[in-house]
């Protein structure tokens, strides 16, 4: 092989692919990894039976005008937790943004002004750690089965997430506006309205229509612990082995992402 066809570096690819086996190989043994299991003729018989019952859509009526039903309740989780996460979020990043801080424009940061701001970013680490689907569980023994559990699990763990990004993206864009109305007097509240905002928004607002896209999935996962929406019809009917309903929700949830999905898109692209 002539040194034009030869890889230079073929040596230390193949010897970071021998050492990213040996590390993974561990992982794999810890998570009980045999995919070789599914093979076995007990598995394949489970499965050809499991995935026989999802042949047959149910489109009966009536159930139909009930998934619909649960379809616009699982927008409905989704869009009002998105709601009050906003809420929670547009306030702490506030807090939380330095860019904003009147004591900071000297150069360092008072010794309040600065313990506030690390509490407020201590608690958006706190909600966003925490998954939806652990609030879900807590709620629903707070306020019962029902959407509500999953409007508030949705709107505590993305209220921490937007407040986290939020605060990232104002903090990384110019700083030089809202200093200069910080030093004439400004206020805090006319600095981001004035200085942060214009520069950011296209990019606040394409973070927030996808976070709600990601709601929208998360509210159909809520479901199966009782945050009431598609999810939970859904769990009702794979704990009936009824796969025909199954099969007819999972269309529909495939329809609902890909709707949210282009929706999101067309937004970013007219955000530009």
Known sequence: MSPAQRDPAWLGRVGMMLAGLVILWPLLQATEFRPWLLLEPDSLRVTAKFVSGFLTPELRYDFLIDRARDTWRTIAIATAGIALGLLIAVPLTLLATRTLSISALTGRMAALPWVVRQAVRLLLILLRSMPELVWALVFVRVVGLGPAAGVLAIALTYGGMLGKVYA????????????????NGAGRLQAFAYGLLPQNAAELTSYTVYRWECAIRSSVVLGFVGAGGLGQQMDSSMKMFAGGEVMTMLLVFIALVALADQLSAALRKALG
């Open 168 to 183: 990232e993206i104002l903090e990384s864009g110019d700083a030089q506006v809202t200093q200069t109305l910080l030093r």
